[in-house]
C-alpha cells in the first residue's frame, strides 16, 4: 500500500515512531473486525488457514484479559482446519520481547495473529523491541500479519480508542495513541456497526483529512496487499476519505459541542467488494 498524504496532526495525536520505516511493498495484511466465526461456516479463519497452507503460525495473546483460554480455542480451531505448524506468543512485559526464548517463538512464522482485547497492551509490550523487528522482518519477507479487534485497531500508525456510541459524536470524546503501524496512513476501527463507531472515525479522519479511516465490522475482513484490499465475510467495511473536506469544526468548538464536517466522501463495501488505497476508488472483483 502506497498512500500519499500530507497529513497534519494536532497534539491530540502525536506520532511515536515504534521502529524504522516499513516498506510499502511487503506482505500481506489480514484485518479482521472482531468476534469472527469460529463454529459456522468460519469463512474468515478457514481463508486465513488457506493462506497460512503448511507454513508457520504464531498466535499473539498480548492483548487478551485471558491469554491462556483464548489460544487453546484458536489452536484447535486451526488445527482442524489443517494448520499443523502453530506456536503461542504471550508476555506480561515490555521487557520479556526482549529475551532470546522469546525471539525464537518467531523463527520460519509467515502468519502472525493478534488476537482481541486492549490494543494499547500490544503497542506497550512490543513497540520498539527485538519481536517487533522480527515481526516486521516476517512482513516485509512477503509474510502474513493479522488482526482482530484490538488487533486489527493496532495496525495502522494511529489507533483509535474511546468515544463510542449511539448519540451524535462530540468534539472531545474521543482519543488516539500510536499504534505499529504496519498500515501506513490509514486508521483501523472494529466491531465498527455494532458498537456505534462512526462518529469516532469521522472525527479522527477530519482531524487527519489526508489519512484514510477504515472501519470493519463484527465478522468482517479486509485481505490487503499492496495498494489494495478485498473484502471478506458476513457485514461491512466503511471507508471515509476526507481528501475533500472543505470544512470541519473540530479544532474551533468546546469539546462537548457536536462534530461538523462538510465534504467527507464514505464507501460501503460489502463480500468480496475491493478497493484501491492509492487512488481511493472502490470496485467489485470480477
Request: hydrophobic share 40%; net charge positive.
Amino acid at each position: 500500500m502506497a498512500i500519499k498524504s500530507k497529513t497534519k496532526l494536532t497534539p491530540k495525536t502525536k506520532r511515536i515512531s515504534h521502529s524504522k520505516k516499513i516498506k510499502t511493498d511487503s506482505g500481506t495484511l489480514f484485518i479482521i473486525g472482531g468476534r469472527e466465526d469460529k463454529t459456522g461456516s468460519m469463512e474468515i479463519l478457514k481463508e486465513l488457514a488457506r493462506i497460512t497452507e503448511d507454513k508457520k503460525m504464531v498466535i499473539a495473546t498480548l492483548a487478551s484479559a485471558i491469554p491462556h483460554e483464548i489460544w487453546p480455542i484458536y489452536k484447535s480451531i486451526f488445527e482442524g482446519l489443517g494448520v499443523k505448524n502453530i506456536e503461542h506468543f504471550y508476555i506480561t512485559q515490555h521487557e520479556e520481547a526482549r529475551l532470546p526464548e522469546n525471539l525464537e517463538i518467531f523463527k520460519d512464522a509467515h502468519v502472525v495473529f493478534f488476537t482481541g482485547g486492549d490494543q494499547l497492551k500490544i503497542t506497550t509490550k512490543i513497540g520498539g523491541t527485538q519481536v517487533f523487528d522480527r515481526i516486521l522482518e516476517i512482513y516485509e519477507q512477503g509474510g502474513v500479519l493479522v488482526g482482530t479487534s484490538a488487533g486489527a485497531a493496532m495496525m495502522g500508525s494511529t489507533m483509535l480508542i474511546g468515544g463510542e456510541g449511539s448519540e451524535s459524536h462530540k468534539v472531545g470524546r474521543w482519543k488516539m495513541a500510536p499504534g505499529l503501524g504496519f498500515a501506513k496512513d490509514i486508521i483501523i476501527d472494529q466491531h465498527f456497526a455494532q458498537r456505534g463507531r462512526i462518529g469516532r472515525l469521522l472525527g479522527a479522519v477530519s482531524m487527519n483529512p489526508g489519512v484514510l479511516g477504515i472501519g470493519i465490522d463484527e465478522d468482517t475482513a479486509i485481505i490487503m496487499k499492496d495498494n489494495a484490499f478485498k473484502v471478506v465475510g458476513t457485514n461491512a467495511v466503511y471507508i471515509v476519505d476526507g481528501r475533500r473536506i472543505t470544512y470541519t469544526n473540530i479544532t474551533e468548538s468546546s469539546a462537548e459541542k457536536t462534530m461538523s464536517m462538510h465534504g467527507a466522501k464514505l464507501h460501503l463495501l460489502a463480500n468480496g467488494e475491493c478497493f484501491n488505497t492509492e487512488t481511493r476508488i472502490p470496485y467489485r472483483k470480477i
